[in-house]
């Protein structure tokens, strides 16, 4: 059987910790950001966590 490989979608969108989670970008950084408050942009710079249900999914997409 051939290996496998690895999204590259996926592996430029997520990074594993060192405890085995998966860290993420929020969504709607990228444009239209005037209309959006200072609090709201700062808080959307923080990276997030992959939620418990889909992380087995995610790591079958980088760790192929």
Do not use: C, W
């Not at 594993?16 to 950001?33: C, D, E, M, P, V």
């Amino acid at each position: 059987m051939p290996k496998l490989k690895t999204n590259s979608g996926a592996k430029k969108r997520f990074e594993l910790t060192g405890s085995g989670r998966i860290k993420r970008k929020h969504a709607f950084k990228s444009h239209i950001l005037t209309k959006k408050t200072k609090k709201q942009k700062r808080n959307l710079t923080q990276t997030g966590l992959i939620a418990k249900v889909d992380e087995k999914r995610v790591k079958s997409l980088i760790l192929a």
